[in-house]
């Protein structure tokens, strides 16, 4: 069993920063990407930004120069740097992995339970 673990999010002003964090356990042999997407009201899930292994990473035109993903192989965990928040970044952020079990034959996509982020004015 893989289990994701999000923390970190909660109600901050605009202009201000937050970290989410993001850990995997279970019987994991080993994670490809990992990544951050965020659900608004109304809207459908997004991506914000994604990271492969060796650390390359993408992001959403929408947070670029503003959010940063980084990541620890040694732990299983993801983390999302978000500055200069903005009232539009107000969503349900969820953490996503594409992972191969230790019993497994290919790399499955699994999904935290995702966690509030509310920016006011």
């Known amino acids: 069993q893989v289990q994701l673990v999000e923390s970190g999010g909660g109600l901050l002003q605009a202009g201000g920063s937050l970290r989410l964090s993001c850990a995997a356990s279970g019987s994991i042999l080993s994670i490809n990407h990992m990544g951050w997407y965020r659900q608004a009201p109304g809207k459908q899930r997004e991506l914000v930004a994604t990271?492969?292994?060796?650390?390359?990473?993408n992001y959403a035109d929408s947070v670029k120069g503003r959010f940063t993903i980084s990541r620890d192989n040694a732990i299983n965990t993801v983390y999302l740097q978000s500055n200069s928040l903005k009232l539009e970044d107000t969503a349900v952020y969820y953490c996503?992995?594409?992972?191969?079990?230790?019993?497994?034959?290919?790399?499955?996509?699994?999904w935290g339970q995702g966690t509030q982020v509310t920016v006011s004015a």
């Open positions: 996503n992995a594409v992972i191969l079990k230790i019993v497994s034959a290919r790399f499955e996509s699994y």
């Open positions: 990271i492969t292994r060796d650390g390359s990473t």
